[in-house]
């Protein structure tokens, strides 16, 4: 069977099922040994954003349809899974989103503002201001209790839940940023720039600690090891870079067959074992980084 490009992708916290969103809209849930489990269907556009809420109950789905959905998996069958609900609280495509509790997410748009809702409660509970041109990623961090943001605006802007505005901005970048991402202890966010960068931030400080220049081609996503101590870049070229962040290192390079893709997502499992890559073809290639020597 041929499956729609992918577009996006998450692992639950157990590493035992791998949500991919794909070009025709449709959620499609995957065992450990690539067995197709479930297919679910609601969205009209192709899915830009997957991602699980902490106890594998909720799943999340954002599409360029203007539409978020609320996925609930307590009582899945082989069939089918219950839609908890559909918000449409943007004026143009959803890009990015992230759980901030249990039933509570943040969502990004083109429109760009970011909206904070419910399951349960209609419409948003709260809008973000502050971006002045369309927002690619927005991330939340338990750990620290703020999120993220980046934009084509060339900033990432750092948040609070109860504050409507930005309590600090990085700003070094000198074109749009693609992505960006939490490390897991919420100290440091990495970057990704279509001006050929990749920085590491200390959020505390507001200050660059190391910036990766001309990695091959513009990169476009970033991943951390689940223990903090590696980072993962992507991008236009056909490569992924592995660093250790303690010497900021090169340590490993993956290179696809196809000389004429490159990726677009990149996310770890929670073991850190299992490295999973959108190819801008929209191929998944999963790599085990135990033959690294990296993963104890």
Request: hydrophobic share 35%; proline share 2%.
């Amino acid at each position: 069977m041929i499956f729609p490009a992918v577009t996006s992708l998450d692992w639950n916290r157990t590493g035992s099922v791998l949500a991919t969103g794909c070009f025709d809209g449709a959620v499609r849930l995957w065992t450990q040994t690539g067995h197709l489990r479930n297919t679910l269907e609601a969205q009209k556009g192709p899915i830009s954003a997957l991602r699980w809420n902490y106890n594998g109950d909720y799943l999340i789905s954002s599409s360029v349809d203007k539409s978020v959905v609320a996925w609930d998996l307590r009582n899945t069958t082989a069939s089918k899974a219950a839609i908890a609900q559909q918000f449409s609280v943007h004026n143009t495509s959803v890009v990015d989103i992230s759980w901030v509790s249990y039933d509570s997410f943040i969502s990004c748009s083109t429109d760009k503002t970011i909206k904070l809702c419910e399951i349960g409660m209609e419409g948003s509970r709260k809008t973000f201001l502050g971006h002045t041109d369309d927002i690619n990623a927005v991330s939340y961090n338990h750990n620290c209790n703020r999120f993220a943001s980046c934009s084509d605006d060339r900033t990432v802007k750092i948040w609070s839940v109860n504050e409507s505005f930005p309590v600090a901005d990085l700003t070094d970048h000198t074109l749009e940023i693609y992505s960006m991402r939490w490390n897991p202890q919420g100290t440091n966010i990495a970057s990704a720039s279509f001006d050929t960068t990749v920085k590491l931030w200390d959020v505390q400080r507001q200050n660059c600690l190391h910036t990766w220049e001309n990695i091959g081609k513009p990169s476009q996503c970033v991943a951390f090891s689940p223990d903090g101590k590696y980072m993962c870049i992507g991008g236009s070229c056909r490569s992924l870079f592995i660093y250790d962040l303690r010497s900021y290192t090169l340590v490993k390079t993956f290179i696809t067959e196809n000389a004429l893709t490159g990726f677009s997502e990149v996310c770890w499992n929670v073991s850190g074992e299992k490295l999973t890559g959108i190819c801008s073809d929209g191929s998944i290639m999963l790599f085990d980084t135990r033959f690294l020597g990296l993963i104890r």
